[in-house]
């Protein structure tokens, strides 16, 4: 039984109710971050107790591993042709199904595995539901050579999009810089507010050196969002 007066019990009946969404035979993404832990710890127990999947592909060597503990049939994107749908979580999400996502440092990954799904469908508490996405600072994955010169241009871009809040740093500093999983770094937009989504996720992809952005927009087709009443659905699918 789920306490839905905690953060972490509403993440896991959002979990949860995602499990009703599959079906035996499905080929399932796996998202990353905490949320995602959950789904895929119950659809751990789920296969362990005879539900048949037909292959589950992990956006973060972290998910790779857990899915690996819970016997999951692991395989690579490339021997999959779809993916029948994908269950992720997000730092924030609008009405719309707008999503901020890469907090965990995945976003490149989780963004491949969504693109290659019919369906993706989003779990989160209902505290990442915001009216405008970029109170969490907006994660950008660029490569290691001239990162300074592509943080600049990340920043300009922020400014030429309309946010202006910005404060855009290194993720973990000069001395100690996160890395990927591919090895990039990640520049943070701490943009308070992003008023045109569409238009800062253009600008970002048109600048040399930027790999991903963790705007995901037009990728998820329902959200799943518990709180203290429950569990509520956004969107159709």
């Known amino acids: 039984m789920n306490d839905l007066n905690t953060a972490d019990g509403q993440k896991r009946a959002a979990a949860l109710a995602a499990l009703d969404h599959l079906e035996p035979g499905m080929r399932v993404g796996l998202g990353t971050g905490s949320t995602a832990e959950h789904f895929v710890t119950l659809l751990g127990e789920r296969v362990k107790a005879g539900f048949a999947l037909r292959a589950c592909v992990a956006t973060s060597e972290r998910t790779a591993t857990l899915a690996r503990n819970y016997g999951l049939p692991l395989v690579d994107l490339n021997d999959v042709s779809t993916l029948d749908m994908t269950v992720d979580g997000a730092d924030e999400l609008d009405q719309d199904l707008n999503l901020i996502k890469g907090g965990g440092g995945a976003l490149l990954r989780e963004k491949v595995v969504a693109a290659a799904s019919a369906r993706m469908i989003v779990i989160a508490d209902s505290s990442k539901l915001v009216n405008c996405l970029g109170a969490f600072p907006l994660p950008v994955e660029i490569v290691p050579f001239g990162w300074k010169h592509t ?56 600048i040399p050196g930027v790999v991903e952005h963790g705007l995901f927009l037009g990728l998820a087709r329902v959200a799943l969002l518990a709180g203290g009443q429950g569990v509520r659905k956004l969107g159709q699918g």
């Open 151 to 206: 943080a600049a241009k990340v920043a300009e871009a922020a400014r030429a999009a309309g946010c202006t809040e910005n404060f855009t740093h290194l993720r973990g500093g000069e001395a100690h810089p996160a890395h990927t999983d591919q090895g990039n770094l990640i520049v943070d937009i701490g943009a308070r507010c992003i008023p045109d989504p569409q238009r800062l996720a253009a600008a970002l992809s048109a």
